[in-house]
């Protein structure tokens, strides 16, 4: 198997691209697909500050590296989610990640600071753990971007990511979702711009810079998320992209040049009719802000290993 | 063909997998590819690290090599 630029040994074969690269040709391959993301989609102006959110997994370490070498000025957020020695084994990778190379990243405990963790969230809310845990996280991007007066939160879903919502939300027709589910959300109303530069790059490929480019990373899944209904549809795609390798990247890029506008007249709550929490000033568009309540009712609540999570079907992976 | 335990026959290619992680011992030579479809696994969803190396499908696994099956997919998004 050779390059397809250099024509030497080729480390990893790219089928939607009918492809293959060896390392260095792999790394410029990976830097061009985030840069023709960035600009196809005006994701980031020359000159602006990012603040990636960085879970010490592959995808959010990959991208603050490509970030950094494609010349931006990205600062990292981290969040202790309290789920056992996952979280513990996560933080370090982050940790190492931004001492090894000088970069500031940020961290915010949910236990220490709001006194509760996603394990006893979901427990308190008798809701599936990704559930908080998505909230807080959204929450918590947005209030820090604010805090430290970033222009744009940078996150790492890939294209399998990307496509597997898409899966789920025309699966079930969750119109309202369609409407959002863009690789730019712009900024207004309290809330910074969302930005999601790895959308060309499959998690294979993002898994395989991280491997070429020396960088370590929480490889285990995270054991909340095992069996979910997102992995699912990820599996679901994957066995077709095995038989028509580009499908995912056809499904979504067509959805977004063709479909996602139709959605647009679904929008929810439109931005003007938002107010701040009374609480954490945070856009809400009622009194108390999701995020708040959620400290209400699971702030406070002691970690109980005997206290069950609701956890989907439990698969074994390699 | 299933992989096949080969402490008897001495060196032998050490495959590590994980979720749950475990380590499993099979004759080389073989290759990726072939390795692979006899773990049932997608391309899509895993990559091959040979003593701390990528190594593509085609790359052929001696005896004595360390490799492991690394997986792609993650939960959350």
């Not at chain 2, 990528?54 to 993650?74: F, H, K, M, N, T």
Request: proline letters at 5%.
């Amino acid at each position: 198997m050779k390059c397809r630029v250099c024509r030497g040994p080729a480390v990893i074969d790219v089928r939607r691209h009918n492809a293959n690269f060896c390392v260095e040709h792999f790394i410029e391959q990976c830097e061009r697909q985030v840069a023709k993301a960035i600009e196809a989609f005006d994701m980031i102006a020359p000159g602006e500050r990012v603040l990636v959110a960085v879970s010490g997994g592959k995808d959010s370490l990959a991208l603050w590296d490509l970030l950094i070498r494609l010349g931006y000025d990205v600062e990292g957020l981290y969040l202790g989610l309290g789920i056992g020695e996952y979280s513990d084994v996560s933080g370090t990778y982050a940790r190492a990640f931004a001492t090894e190379r000088g970069l500031v990243l940020h961290e915010v405990d949910l236990r220490d600071r709001f006194g509760y963790d996603v394990p006893t969230a979901a427990a308190a809310t008798r809701r599936v753990p990704c559930s908080a845990c998505g909230m807080s996280k959204r929450h918590l991007f947005d209030r820090v971007a604010v805090e430290r007066a970033v222009d744009v939160v940078a996150t790492g879903h890939n294209l399998d990511d990307e496509a597997a919502v898409l899966f789920g939300n025309v699966l079930h027709w969750h119109t309202e979702y369609l409407a959002r589910q863009l690789p730019v959300l712009p900024a207004g109303n309290g809330f910074p711009r969302k930005v999601k530069p790895l959308v060309r790059l499959s998690e294979r490929e993002t898994a395989a810079y991280c491997i070429v480019r020396g960088i370590d990373y929480q490889v285990e899944e995270c054991p909340m998320a095992a069996g979910n209904r997102h992995l699912g549809y990820k599996e679901a795609l994957n066995a077709i992209e095995e038989r028509s390798p580009g499908t995912k990247h056809d499904f979504y890029f067509g959805f977004l040049d063709r479909a996602a506008g139709l959605f647009r007249s679904g929008m929810g709550t439109d931005a003007n009719e938002l107010q701040r929490c009374v609480r954490c000033g945070a856009p809400t568009p009622g009194e108390i802000c999701a995020f708040c309540r959620l400290v209400e009712r699971a702030g406070g609540h002691q970690h109980d290993e005997a206290v069950p999570v609701t956890l989907g079907r439990r698969e074994q992976r390699p | 063909m299933p992989a096949v335990p080969a402490r008897r026959w001495g060196p032998a290619v050490i495959v590590r997998l994980r979720n749950p992680n475990r380590t499993v011992e099979v004759r080389g030579p073989r290759s990726v590819a072939k390795l692979l479809n006899e773990f049932g696994l997608a391309r899509e969803a895993v990559l091959v690290v040979r003593n701390g190396e990528l190594v593509p499908g085609d790359a052929i696994l001696a005896d004595a090599d360390e490799v492991e099956l690394r997986p792609v997919i993650s939960g959350g998004a």
